[in-house]
């Protein structure tokens, strides 16, 4: 993944939105001086509450913000911040109660409690669920709509007590204008909230689509072909992606992120997703019907073609291939004569969606198709098992850095072909991976 300037300066707006507010609250009056161990355990506590609330903006999708990284890479920078956050607001409490063991003796009536240390408490009782159910979802069989429902909750209960234990503490807020900074953050963050809930699906209410056709692929695939209704649509870059709705409006707390599979020099607004049926959502997807009203938030994602190269090298596992159908379906609506090399990985021949399409594209590009199969009929003379560092090596030809290379399939093939790839030399900026996993 290459970061532009445009990403690094965002990485630094991040950083200060962090880490001035804490600096500001070392200026102006200061309280008594207490023990390092007091000041750092303070520290801590805010640093993790600005972390908590800077979270709504990760999650806003503002397209400046996000296209120099790319969504997969916000929505996983954006799991791993939070461990970081829930990591620094359980230790502020755990330090101040070493260094402090009378705070662990019980008042002596429930009126006697501070009620900063019960908010507090809410907090990170909050944040500890928070993150046992993002974590353990799967395994908890947790429906996916109704965690993401309870994750926005759980999340806004965390840092509402966050502040109020902040207030009722006040130990570095004497200066009015130090409150109203930490009363502009907050305001900011619930703008940052009320836009994504309000304000953007207003705009997407205006701008519906249709379903214009559902069509069955192999694989248990279907792809739905939606036309704008009413307006002109949106254009996209091959490869990426939107998030669908389909059940009730764009008010709706959970959408479903998608990629892009049809081709992006269409003239006429269409927009096509190819779904596979992995879950309670996509297994619903061949049941829609034509003519169905839905709502499109997009484009989004970085994992896209343009770059300068002189060859095009597709790696695809699975339902990762529906990106790479896009990047090809483009490429031939545009006359596009570099050559292109597709690795595609499926169970079987028969699971292999888009087989007879991909046939039938390579008499209009220079494409050349490698189907590696993990079950192979008895008379497969093609590539077995899973596509692999050695697979790529056997089908990849030299000058290995001169071409341009897309990933995107299960993690631990994408792993191995990154790893392939800087053995072979290949420097990072050539190579990009899609990892559409956001939760």
């Known amino acids: 993944m290459k970061y532009s300037t445009h990403g690094v300066v965002w990485l630094v707006v991040y950083a200060l939105f962090i880490l001035l507010p804490l600096l500001a609250l070392l200026t102006g009056s200061l309280p008594p001086p207490r023990d390092f161990w007091t000041e750092f355990s303070a520290a801590l506590g805010y640093s993790g509450l600005a972390v908590m609330g800077l979270q709504f903006g990760i999650t806003a999708r503002f397209r400046y913000v996000t ?13 791993r911040i939070s461990l970081f ?36 408490f809410i907090s990170v009782g909050a944040l500890i669920v928070l993150v046992i159910t993002a974590l353990w979802r799967a395994e908890l069989r947790i429906p996916y709509e109704w965690w ?25 807020l004497a200066d009015p204008w130090k409150r109203a900074l930490w009363i502009g953050l907050t305001i900011f963050w619930l703008a940052l909230l009320f836009y994504v809930r309000i304000i953007k699906p207003l705009f997407m209410l205006r701008r519906p689509y249709r379903i214009t056709e559902v069509r069955r692929e192999r694989g248990d695939t279907t792809t739905l072909v939606m036309h704008p209704d009413g307006h002109e649509g949106f254009r996209f870059r091959p490869g990426q992606f939107g998030w669908l709705t389909v059940w009730g409006t764009p008010f709706k707390i959970t959408g479903h992120p998608f990629s892009f599979s049809s081709s992006a020099a269409a003239t006429d607004g269409r927009v096509e997703m190819s779904i596979r049926k992995l879950g309670d959502f996509t297994a619903g997807i061949p049941d829609i019907p034509v003519g169905k009203r839905v709502y499109l938030d997009g484009p989004y994602g970085a994992f896209t073609i343009g770059h300068p190269t002189d060859m ?10 529906t990106p790479m159908m896009s990047m090809i379906r483009t490429l031939a609506d545009k006359g596009d004569t570099r050559p292109i090399l597709l690795l595609y990985g499926s169970k079987d021949w028969d699971q292999v969606t888009f087989r007879e399409e991909l046939e039938a594209l390579q008499s209009r590009l220079d494409l050349k198709v490698v189907h590696v199969l993990a079950n192979p009929p008895a008379d497969w003379f093609g590539e077995s098992g899973h596509v692999s560092a050695d697979v790529l090596k056997r089908h990849l030809p030299e000058p290995y850095a001169a071409h341009e290379y897309f990933i995107c399939g299960p993690g631990v093939m994408m792993d191995a072909i990154e790893s392939a790839l800087s053995e072979l030399g290949v420097p990072m900026s050539k190579y990009h991976s899609e990892r559409y996993s956001f939760v």
């Open 312 to 321: 095009h090298v597709l790696i695809a596992g699975g339902v990762g291939v």
């Open 85 to 120: 956050a829930v990591a620094l607001v359980i230790v502020h409490p755990a330090i101040m109660l070493i260094v402090h063991p009378q705070l662990l003796a019980m008042p002596t009536g429930i009126d006697a409690i501070p009620w900063g240390a019960v908010a507090a």
């Open 67 to 79: 296209e120099p990284l790319g969504e997969d890479v916000i929505y996983h920078f954006h799991r």
């Open 148 to 172: 993401h429902f309870s994750h926005i909750a759980l999340a806004l209960i965390a840092v509402t007590g966050g502040l109020l234990h902040m207030v009722g503490w006040s130990f570095y």
